[in-house]
């Protein structure tokens, strides 16, 4: 098939076209692409930035463990405060101003749940059979071992289990009501000091009820 041969007036058509196309630079067009610096897709976006943690071994704690923040529960202290009053008024008024005197006390302090609960238990019944109406409830001021873990731990286990137990039986019919001690016996302190104000014992024939006297 022979090739048509242009005319002049083809010719100057064609002139006229390739004075207004811009010359496409290929190797340009290309080396954009490969650089990622192309119009059509716009600059590279930057990756985030991850930040570093300083290296922890797996199954070591943290050096620096964090301060437990976990617990937002009132103190324990506000916690009986806000408890209803169960015993009578005039009662009352002299346990809150440590008129009461304690008739016993027992240390909780430095022992594991499993060996203060049965020392506890044994304690409150023996002293109600007893026909004691106050003692006194130490429970130590709790260790912070929160080592930064992913599931908390509540800072003084001991002190927030004790009121647990007291509520619930077999204490809690013969627990009338239960306070932070008065500072007159160590409360407000360091350590939790718990006033256990216990129930009128029937059996307990001749017991005198000297916690409810007035302190001289």
């Known amino acids: 098939m022979s090739r048509k041969r242009l005319d002049k007036d083809d010719l100057s058509l064609w002139k006229k076209v390739t004075e207004r196309t811009e010359k496409l630079d290929v190797d340009k067009l290309f080396r ?51 408890a209803p009053v ?13 008129k009461m005197r304690p008739e016993g006390r027992i240390d909780l302090h430095g022992m594991t749940l499993d060996r203060a609960h049965p020392a506890l238990t044994k304690f409150i019944l023996g002293s109600h059979a007893k026909g004691r109406r106050l003692v006194l409830v130490i429970t130590g001021k709790g260790k912070m071992r929160d080592e930064g873990g992913p599931i908390p731990v509540r800072h003084g286990v001991l002190r927030h289990q004790v009121p647990h137990w007291l509520h619930s039986p077999p204490l809690a019919p013969v627990v009338q009501q239960i306070r932070a001690a008065h500072f007159r016996h160590g409360g407000e302190g360091v350590e939790i000091r718990l006033a256990v104000r216990l129930r009128h014992c029937a059996g307990a024939a001749g017991a005198v009820g000297s916690a409810d006297r007035p302190r001289a």
């Open 32 to 82: 954009a692409e490969i650089d990622g610096t192309s119009p059509i897709h716009g600059p590279t976006p930057t990756p985030p930035q991850i930040r570093k943690r300083s290296s922890v071994v797996m199954g070591k704690p943290d050096p620096k463990p964090r301060r437990n923040t976990h617990d937002l529960m009132p103190s324990l202290p506000d916690q009986l405060r806000q």
């Open 86 to 98: 169960q015993m009578d008024s005039k009662a009352f008024g002299k346990l809150k101003r440590g």
